[in-house]
């Protein structure tokens, strides 16, 4: 049982290339969460899913997006990357909505962009 | 604004001390998280509260939850090297749509 996975570890880009981040969960959970971890400003929500074949914007969504085409995966990405999203990426998962919901988290992906 | 405020920003503490991290909202909580994450890793979750006055325990980590359920309390007891980290707290809102509001964290040396 892995739990939370997430691809890859660690990525640099150059300003204007794209890119996707995998997320993976083998715990059957419906709702998944896409975080971004700045100094200073503490976890942030993109985006979030619901189920399979669903999403919705979070917090700070810009210049990103998400599928979920598959209820264990969500992926996250990053059309054409700015400095600004240089950070480190969180996806988390819970089995339900996250009011009374524990969300588990993956070990994250550091991202530069140059 | 940042709706879920922890103090202090950073501690350092003599391993065997004991110390008290704290995590305030202007709002009612829903349940609210404990998180512990080390450098360079993800979140670890520690546990959660959801009733008002409840109080959990985990080896030397004690949380709580205030009867109005707007402040939570994480306090370590007799703190080793093992603590250190920084420690978040989480909590869904009153008025949210169930998402989960994060604070800032508090980083947590312990010094041998």
């Known amino acids: 049982n892995a739990g939370v996975t997430q691809t890859p570890k660690f990525r640099v880009l150059k300003t204007g290339q794209s890119m996707t981040l995998l997320c993976a969960q083998d715990?059957?959970?419906?709702?998944m969460y896409w975080y971004r971890q700045d100094p200073g400003m503490g976890l942030r929500l993109i985006h979030y899913?619901?189920?399979?074949?669903?999403?919705a914007k979070g917090e700070v969504p810009d210049g990103y997006n998400v599928s979920r085409l598959k209820k264990q995966n969500f992926l996250l990405g990053l059309e054409s990357a700015a400095p600004s999203q240089t950070s480190v990426y969180f996806c988390a998962s819970s089995y339900g909505v996250g009011r009374v919901e524990t969300q588990y988290f993956g070990p994250g992906t550091r991202l530069l962009v140059l | 604004s940042q709706e879920l405020e922890q103090s202090p920003q950073s501690l350092i503490v003599q391993e065997g001390k004991n110390l008290t991290i704290n995590c305030t909202s202007s709002?009612?909580?829903?349940?609210l998280y404990w998180y512990k994450q080390k450098y360079g890793e993800g979140l670890i979750f520690l546990m959660m509260?959801?009733?008002?006055?409840e109080e959990k325990s985990h080896e030397k980590i004690t949380a709580k939850l205030d009867e109005k359920k707007q402040q939570s309390s994480l306090h370590i007891t007799a703190s080793q090297p093992s603590h250190a980290g920084i420690y978040l707290c989480g909590a869904g809102l009153v008025g949210s749509q169930g998402n989960l509001i994060f604070g800032k964290g508090t980083k947590l040396s312990v010094k041998p």
């Open positions: 899913s619901v189920g399979e074949g669903t999403t």
């Open positions: 709002k009612t909580l829903y349940g």
């Open positions: 509260l959801q009733k008002g006055g």
């Open positions: 715990m059957n959970h419906e709702y």
